[in-house]
């Protein structure tokens, strides 16, 4: 879709199209959110720019669990309170968040960052599940948890993982299954997440 | 403004990928209408209705709306989600990479009837299947037959003779068996085709998946079979199957 420069000149034609690149937002709120930038306080715009290199910058995943981290490790995984006894593991970072709003979890996690999807090109090598066999193997993990989300292709990883894991003799958990089929851990809310993760069965 | 067409169709589903925050684009297989892409919506949502009928190798009853640009779910119903094949990985793998073929020979608004009736039969069969490998030959086999792209086995490419028995030269870009005379004929590299090879091609062409999977042949004959129609297959894709990847990768015992 071509934005008309006759709607401001390039800046704002430029602006637009920056906006319309974002996840979610359609041709209509990339032009909201630009006029809105343009009536704003200049102070507020270079706020927004900031906060946007910053993450850039700043943010990056952590070396031992692959979270979202502002430095080396993240708040989790440098927590001395955590049990590094048990690991749970998680297809995105949002997982991580969902989890630990129940606060029912005391160990730490692991992010693979995908899910195995082989028919849209996602193989066990795309995701972080290498540096997942290195952690178990070296750190005196005791319980691996396989949080992926209750639908195929996160069952696929699951079932994948567990080979993996099997014979290194770690005990092997997954959340109770009372979350619905098909979804997607990050949008349950507390209650049910909370009491899957109590209820979890040898796997 | 006219409303848009509502067809029902039985389907299978054979991909899924995620759309914008809460949806799915779902690829179907159906009978009539062939290949179907359409967008579920809200499916990603903890307490969608849908989410669950709409799962990966999922036989199922849809609605589906015409739209502009994408077609919309209105309705499903799983008729077959496939347990035993969800639950065991080898299985899993397989029917994954069923899917695949299936995502790559159909083509939309093109009828599929046998390609559907074939991939049901599979999924069903491959539930309880001791070994995968008789019906994944079938599959690949007859999916290149329903799509037009049958590889000739009883006559030479070349002189259209009848071929006598021996081990043989099969082409992919000729589209079969060159016989020992018309060999320098051929266009590229061929592919051996041993003798044995040759007899389970011929069998898998025109009998069942239930014949092909009572089928009594040396695993080396099965090695040769799959080595012509892998080939033959990546030849007539004209891409990797990712899912043939992870396949290997999963009955390989562990990297």
């Known amino acids: 879709m071509t934005f008309d420069r006759r709607l401001g000149g390039g800046p704002v034609a430029k602006l637009i199209e920056e906006f319309h690149k974002l996840p979610g937002i359609g041709p209509k709120t990339a032009q909201r959110l630009a006029y809105h930038m343009i009536r704003t306080q200049s102070e507020d715009a270079q706020a927004l720019a900031d906060a946007i290199l910053s993450v850039k910058e700043r943010i990056v995943f952590c070396r031992e669990c692959f979270n979202i981290a502002e430095s080396e490790l993240c708040a989790v995984c440098n927590d001395p309170r955590r049990d590094a006894t048990r690991l749970c593991i998680v297809e995105e970072p949002l997982d991580v968040q969902a989890l630990e709003r129940t606060n029912t979890y005391r160990g730490l996690y692991h992010v693979l960052h995908g899910v195995i999807s082989p028919m849209n090109g996602v193989g066990p090598d795309d995701l972080k599940i290498k540096p997942l066999l290195g952690r178990v193997h070296a750190n005196g993990i005791r319980e691996v948890i396989l949080a992926t989300n209750p639908n195929v292709e996160g069952e696929a990883t699951s079932m994948y993982i567990h080979g993996l894991l099997e014979p290194l003799g770690v005990k092997l958990t997954r959340p109770a299954r009372g979350l619905p089929v098909g979804s997607d851990l990050e949008y349950a809310d507390e209650v049910t997440l909370g009491r899957a993760i109590e209820g979890r069965q040898e796997f | ?255």
């Open chain 2, 1 to 255: 403004m006219s409303r848009p067409r509502v067809y029902k169709t039985q389907a299978i589903v054979i991909r899924q990928m995620p759309l914008g925050e809460a949806d799915r684009i779902v690829t179907f297989l159906t009978p009539a209408a062939g290949k179907v892409r359409a967008v579920a919506r809200g499916v990603r949502r903890p307490k969608s209705k849908l989410a669950g009928h709409l799962e990966l190798l999922t036989r199922v009853r849809v609605s589906i709306a015409e739209g502009r640009t994408l077609d919309h779910l209105s309705e499903a119903v799983a008729l077959d989600s496939h347990r035993p094949i969800r639950e065991d990985l080898e299985r899993l793998a397989a029917a994954m990479y069923l899917a695949e073929l299936a995502d790559v020979f159909c083509v939309e608004e093109s009828p599929a009837n046998a390609a559907f009736n074939l991939l049901t039969q599979s999924l069903e069969r491959l539930e309880t299947a001791g070994t995968a490998e008789p019906l994944l030959r079938h599959f690949e086999l007859r999916l290149l037959s329903d799509s037009g792209f049958q590889p000739e086995l009883f006559s030479c490419v070349g002189c259209r003779e009848e071929l006598l028995p021996g081990d043989h030269l099969l082409s992919c870009v000729d589209g079969g068996v060159f016989c020992p005379n018309c060999r320098a004929g051929a266009t590229e590299s061929l592919l051996p085709l041993s003798l044995g090879a040759m007899k389970v091609l011929r069998f898998l062409q025109r009998e069942s998946v239930d014949k092909a999977m009572l089928l009594n042949v040396p695993s080396a004959t099965w090695n040769d079979v799959e080595r012509v129609l892998r080939t033959y297959v990546r030849h007539v894709a004209e891409r990797e199957l990712r899912t043939a990847d992870f396949m290997a990768l999963v009955s390989s015992g562990r990297p």
